[in-house]
């Protein structure tokens, strides 16, 4: 133990007589320990962001969307096939036991106006399972009911963005606002769910009575759904709940086994499916890019290792005369890579934390440091101070006492 205090103090005394160069030695290793932390962080954080907003699609979120298919296999644009209908809807509700809920659902842009304010936003038609389906509470005011839906009333529910645009801190339940020729009577306001998983906010939409939205808003064929949106009963009964939609509606739209169907079903698992490849992709890539830098900044070290040999050989020849041995020799230089090597892995680790804490308040994600990738930053670094600096200490050990006396 103390000829390992006498190494370290050693090093540290070899440093601190050149300190620029010493810098620059680190450099390498402290960017790779950097990056390798910054890059942890950063995935941990969006992986965490954009797993909640796949998690705000709704509860056990299944999609059904039109999809064009010939006999011979050729596919069209989506949604330029067969279409969906509400009658499909009730069916799958009626026939499935992994279904509790569907919901059709037709979207368009629209102008959206309130006095002399007015706002770009999304026009969703659909029925009142909707809010189920996507888990979507009315936090002011409520939602319309069966009757609206039959009467074909002209009544809207606002997403938080467009409330927020056109009244500000005004309560918009009861207000008056105008979609095209048409005023709609506001009955309540949508909690915010914030960004969708592949962008665009969920909260700049209004919803409608599906019937209302067709005779006013867009007019489509009685029946007509664009999309259906289903709520599957558990996460463990999705798959099942898929299986049964598709063989409904296959049986429906008369398409035999075998053939390509007229709609595609996808789930919230496939959304965090490709999610986590993407985020793993580009996790391994930068991590790969840090480890190239840990390698340039061990070459660093080995070779300002092997110059300080050769400045210090007369110094190790002296070392020699009076008794040290081939193992003090090479133990000493050996500490001194390894502290070099994490000198600049606990540099790199305070410059990363700083980073994370300014891009995490910038982002507005939680970005948690945790400490097993910070443990096996440093540890990398001090074993990258022993692989690269163990050629330079043997080297120094090796020398010839008579000769190393003799250098000048």
């Known amino acids: 133990m103390r000829a390992i205090l006498d190494g370290i103090r050693l090093a540290l005394r070899a440093i601190a007589r050149n300190p620029l160069r010493a810098s620059l030695t680190v450099l390498g290793i402290l960017i790779g320990v950097s990056a390798v932390i910054i890059v942890t962080a950063l995935g941990t954080g969006a992986r965490d962001s ?11 979120f299944v999609i059904v969307f039109p999809q064009n298919s010939q006999a011979s296999g050729k596919r069209g644009s989506l949604g330029s096939g067969a279409r969906l209908s509400e009658e499909d809807g009730r069916t799958i509700l009626r026939e499935s036991t992994s279904v509790v809920a569907i919901a059709p659902v037709l979207r368009a842009g629209g102008q959206i106006v309130y006095g002399d304010q007015n706002w770009s936003t999304n026009i969703i038609g659909t029925t009142l399972p909707y809010l189920q389906v996507r888990n979507w509470k009315v936090v002011q005011g409520d939602a319309w009911d069966a009757h609206d839906e039959v009467v074909k009333s002209k009544v809207v529910v606002l997403g938080s963005s467009v409330a927020k645009t056109l009244f500000g801190s005004e309560d918009p339940v009861g207000r008056t606002v105008r979609i095209g020729r048409y005023p709609y009577h506001v009955l309540g306001v949508l909690e ?9 906010d969920q909260d700049d939409c209004v919803l409608m009575p599906i019937a209302s939205y067709r005779s006013r808003v867009s007019r489509v064929p009685p029946g007509f759904a664009g999309v259906l949106m ?24 008369h398409i035999d086994e075998g053939r390509d169907p007229d709609f595609e079903i996808h789930t919230q698992k496939e959304f965090a499916e490709m999610q986590q490849s993407v985020f793993g992709l580009l996790t391994g890539l930068l991590i790969g890019v840090a480890a ?7 070459i660093g070290v080995m070779n300002i290792m092997l110059v300080s040999v050769t400045e210090r050989t007369r110094e190790i020849g002296i070392r020699m005369a009076i008794g040290a041995r081939e193992g003090n020799i090479q133990a000493q230089f050996l500490i001194e890579a390894v502290v070099l090597a994490l000198i600049g892995g606990l540099v790199g680790t305070l410059i990363a934390v700083v980073i994370v804490t300014i891009v995490a308040k910038i982002l507005g994600w939680g970005m948690p440091l945790n400490l097993t990738p910070i443990v096996i930053s440093i540890a990398v670094s001090g074993g990258i101070g022993v692989g690269f600096g163990f050629f330079p200490a043997r080297r120094a050990a090796k020398l010839d006492p008579i000769e190393a006396l003799r250098h000048e």
């Open 50 to 60: 954009v797993g909640s907003q796949i998690q705000s699609l709704g509860a056990n």
């Open 192 to 200: 915010s769910k914030g960004e969708a998983p592949f962008g665009g």
């Open 292 to 298: 190239v830098s840990l390698i340039v900044g061990g």
């Open 230 to 253: 289903a709520s599957a009963s558990s996460p463990e009964t999705t798959e099942r709940a898929v299986k049964q939609i598709d063989g409904i509606l296959r049986q429906r739209h």
